[in-house]
């Protein structure tokens, strides 16, 4: 196996789809909302991704059984247009493999004619964010006031260092196949998995697809995030009580 | 040389061959279990692999004479159905080269017949293990079950940090190509050559081959391994009698 | 996206081009004079370069629209000759990938019928550089001479190191195509932005290409850089008066 | 330029070649050798071997003009049989590369009907060594008999980390292709290019061949290389003169 394999899983005629990309990144706020949708929308696999980018490994499930790394495409049929969404276990291990797999994503998003994409991910400020808010960066001005209307905010300079991997890529080829893209960033610690920031994600997200999301299940992972970092900032705080603030010195968990 | 090279270096006809895969690895008690196995049933080589995925390098002998840095298939010729058997001095030195080699080694078992693999491995603990356990993952529930039967130990969530290499890969993938596949993993410390682990990976897959295979030259490679760690752990307590156990600090040797 | 992409923005007739390359390397001093020259010159975007082995990373522009990186060829249609100018955001993440972005370049060197190239960049030298001098390296003698005589220094052994990346691999490799080639480069500390260091290499390519050229904006931004530097340097003298002339510790920024 | 470029600059006909390779290693033993061998026998360059896996760059020469890093391949016309002498200034960068260019190699081996091979380097020791013996390698049996009426030392277990590089994959890798070579290793320390080591692989080498060679410029770099460690060992003497004997410290100079 030397190619990236397109493996597909059911075919489906599709209207009008357009693409949400959601790979584990920063926080795994990009993640927390696109499995989030899959599971509420009940989005059914269509096709499985395997590539020689990916990290040479299985994952073992719970019931002795093993998950090949890969990524996947799900699909949901919408009133007036479909969703298909991308998840995976992981981003590509090597810098030319994010090329190839934006590459594969961006072949089938003209061959199932998607003509907008949104990626998803999280913002490390390196701070516990209390109140996150969702940064954007898209491939066309048009889009960028869009998405402003959503509560998107685009902040100069931010982010400073660019949007790296899958979630930048999508919107930076997206363009040479004109396609309009969109990286929505929660903003998040970095340190912790962030449902929190997800569920704004979400938030903007699904206003911008004019759909109806329950967000019970994220707000349990939330609040059982804040008990996590409640405790951890406890312990930090009883060890070095005059040291740090506690703030800063969490290892990333989740 | 740019390409993996497939040397045949004698034709068979086999009859419903099952392949064993130990290739180096943790406490090499995969190599270790394939080895004693190629020797104990006088196997035969079939073929030679060469990848410029595998180290560049020869190994020099002990008559002067060098050995390219390969893997290697060996055949046995059993009553009911014969054994292929992988081993070699390297695993891929790339995460690409992994895929590619399983890919190689997955188009041998089509072109061959296979339609099981069992590939053999060591599980780290970070500690000294008394009595190694043969943990197992497998690419169907019902070859999970069947296993269960053999004492291999399926432990949610173990390996955790799931299965990296050509161990993995040829399960996950051999799914792909509806090859039923198992990883044996003997439980082991990781900082030393393991046959005692060995030992035990060899008697659940002896049964579960349903032959009989003589233990002794493992049994003789476990007392002197024995002595050795016996030996270091003396030296350990000697040098430093209040700070540790002396069990946790060992070098990986063997 | 596999390949690296050449993309024509605009088809253009030239005359005798001959180009000069300023990709980001030491002190950022051929990006600044390519980057100076395409603005005073208002030359033209002709060609965009895609790479997988580029980073894999959008740029986010102060609009909150994305730019993919790329490397950009500029044109100028000067009087008797036309210029192409190589900039970007990126040199090759890989040490394959200068060779073959090389390759590219110079494919359109023959293509436009360039006769002619020069590389710019900076000479890291680790200590602040009060007057830089431009060191050159060319792939023929007479362009040896020919540089002397508009100010560039050839030094014995400098630079020691050899000219790593594409202003290097451009002089070396052109000479198998037969274009000749020369490599300026502004003597420079190595740690900051050089746009002091820029005017000098400036200063020699206009003479060598007869052209004129406005400077202001170079002589601005070195001013700039050097009340930055001068605050470095009191800072650096206010924290650690005994220690260091504060000269030789200053980070890369610009 | 994504390809390995082979450029024949003159064309020969060869009867019965032996190849000898030298490129830069342990000690650049084996490069000083090769030097060594081409200037007394006055060999001349024929092919010109450029590669995207060589370092990106180019190397900047006394008279102010560059050379592309490459290898090449010289000939010397003798009595009975021709020599073909492999140098270079660099080797691969990947791993994949030292696969590569040891095809290639190979593939000019047999067009040109080598027959046998001798790859020639250091062996470090780690300690500086007085009388330098020749460790042998070979890829037959009678090859390495053959080699022991030279005074070629073949040792059990030495070097037990195996030849890597293309000295070890030519020895390897030529016996595919029916090629006899031999690796001849020097010992050395490993910290200094060694011409006192080079001299005794050049004296086996030239019984082997059956050819005289002057050793004048060899001995004289020697001496001078004598002197250079004998004012080491003294400043590292007077340095610290109850911690070390001075003798395993010494950087890596030449």
Do not use: W
């Not at 004109?178 to 699904?206: F, H, N, W």
Request: net charge negative; proline share 4%.
């Amino acid at each position: 196996m030397r190619e990236t394999i397109v493996r597909r899983i059911k075919d489906l005629d599709l209207k009008n789809p357009i693409l949400i990309e959601g790979l584990p990144g920063v926080g795994h706020v990009g993640k927390l909302v696109a499995e989030h949708l899959i599971e509420e929308l009940e989005a059914e696999k269509i096709i499985e991704i395997y590539s020689p980018h990916l990290p040479p490994q299985v994952i073992v499930l719970d019931d002795g059984t093993v998950k090949q790394v890969r990524n996947e495409i799900y699909a949901y049929h919408g009133k007036d247009r479909d969703l298909l969404l991308v998840v995976g276990d992981y981003q590509s291990a090597t810098n030319e493999g994010h090329y190839e797999l934006t590459g594969v994503f961006l072949d089938l998003c003209e061959e199932f004619g998607v003509e907008r994409i949104y990626t998803l991910g999280g913002y490390g400020t390196g701070q516990f964010v209390d109140k996150p808010k969702v940064l954007g960066a898209a491939n066309s001005l048009e889009l960028v006031e869009e998405m402003k209307e959503f509560g998107v905010v685009f902040q100069e300079n931010e982010p400073g260092g660019g949007i790296v991997g899958v979630s930048g890529l999508l919107v930076g080829l997206g363009r040479l196949r004109d396609i309009d893209a969109v990286c929505l960033m929660g903003t998040t610690s970095g340190y912790l998995v962030d449902p929190k920031s997800a569920q704004e994600v979400l938030r903007v997200l699904s206003k911008a697809l004019d759909i109806e999301v329950g967000m019970q299940a994220l707000e349990d992972r939330a609040k059982e995030m804040e008990r996590i970092v409640g405790k951890l900032q406890e312990m930090e705080k009883a060890q070095m009580p005059f040291e740090t603030s506690g703030e800063e010195d969490l290892r990333y968990i989740g």
